[in-house]
């Protein structure tokens, strides 16, 4: 009862907190500061059609740097958490096939899935997409590659190369930036092309894709992590 | 028409799903359950911060043909906020990254105790 009432509280706390600074909220009605200047010379200074992956991968390229580093801490992290004792690991379960339409589905979609996921984080300086979306949808893929078959291995082997490739050339294209243009993860190492196509705004399809497969690849490994921590007992 | 307007009802809803995600994560006794609460709380938050950079009127910050189609034709007066949005897809994989874990934890938790109440683990608590 004690309990219910602090709870109570607690929301009626927020729901307070919110209501004044609903009603004293007043929407904003131009750009100020520094959105305005990703705004004003985002096109021209980076040459991505796309002002958020603009400032993304190339104002706060850093911070993208930092994000995927927790996503790989993430991974190894639930890596280290789950991990199986030798006993467990040789241990063979074979689970219940599923139904053929989950199966026949699979193979017509799995391959449109991985393209479309290629397609989005290629596209990301153009289109509303980028590499943590492109990679999700790869990552989906792979989930339903495993729901259509349960006792499908992943190949542990192609998911650290990806990971590590990737992670690498990302880290690599950034520090070429220093000495190539104008500091850490500077796009303009390649030209930025003709505005609005498929190879402009310098290295950001590249480093994008980069960013895709590592984001693919690492989620892909924690649904491994969890397929075969199925066989913990 | 001032209460209709986008950016209110999304802010309205972002603080909606905060206080239902905060009830979720109090109130639960099904860890799975207080999982679900923290990504709708993610959720909540990340719609509100996004409709703190909406503008009236205003289209993606996506330069196509949208924006020149627009009356003023000038990026700066026809797009919405783009560092938001930017800060938002960092915050969604954060937040990915912290329900995984969770799911992780609830697991070994699961293995320790056979059970997903919250009550049968207070090995802590004195």
């Known amino acids: ?91 063979i379960i074979v689970h219940r096939g599923t139904s053929e339409l989950l199966i026949t589905a699979s193979k017509i979609l799995i391959p449109i899935i991985f393209l479309f996921g290629a397609y989005v984080f290629m596209n990301g300086h153009l289109t509303p997409g ?59 190492i390649l030209g930025l092309g003709e505005f609005g196509t498929l190879f402009s705004a310098g290295a950001i399809p590249i480093i994008y894709s980069f ?14 992590k969890y397929q075969k921590s199925q066989k913990e007992s | 028409m ?9 802010l309205l809803i972002g603080f909606l799903l905060i206080i239902i995600g905060f ?34 009127g205003r289209t993606a910050p996506i330069i196509d043909s949208a924006v020149e189609q627009a009356e003023n034709h000038n990026v700066l007066n026809s797009v919405v906020d783009p560092v938001p949005q930017a800060l938002v897809l960092t915050a969604i994989v954060i937040g990915f990254g912290v329900t995984a874990l969770l799911l992780a934890y609830a697991m070994k938790l699961f293995r320790a105790k056979r059970t997903l109440d919250i009550n049968n683990f207070n090995d802590l608590k004195w």
Do not use: C
């Open chain 1, 1 to 91: 009862m004690l309990r219910n009432l602090l709870i109570g509280l607690v929301l009626a706390g927020f729901v307070f907190i919110f209501y004044n600074l609903y009603i004293t909220y007043e929407p904003k009605t131009e750009l100020t500061g520094i959105a305005a200047h990703y705004a004003e010379k985002g096109a021209v200074e980076v040459g991505a059609a796309n002002l958020v992956t603009a400032v993304v991968v190339t104002y706060r390229g850093f911070d993208t740097l930092g994000e995927i580093t927790i996503l790989f801490l993430t991974a190894s992290i639930i890596a280290f958490f789950l991990k199986l004792s030798k006993v467990d690991e040789e241990k």
């Open chain 1, 130 to 188: 980028g590499g943590f979306q492109g990679g999700a949808i790869i990552a989906s893929g792979v989930v339903l590659s495993i729901l259509a078959n349960p006792n499908r291995q992943i190949n542990h082997n192609v998911i650290i190369w990806v990971e590590s490739i990737s992670g690498v050339s990302f880290v690599l294209i950034g520090v070429l930036g220093i000495f190539l243009a104008g500091g850490f993860l500077d796009n303009r």
């Open chain 1, 211 to 224: 960013v895709g497969l590592k984001v693919g690849a690492e989620i892909s490994n924690i649904l491994n």
């Open chain 2, 2 to 10: 001032e209460y209709f307007d986008l950016g209110k009802i999304s």
């Open chain 2, 23 to 56: 009830w979720g994560v109090l109130s639960q006794k099904n860890i799975i359950k207080i999982i679900i609460g923290f990504a709708i709380l993610n959720t909540g938050i990340n719609i509100l911060m996004v409709s703190l950079g909406y503008i009236r």
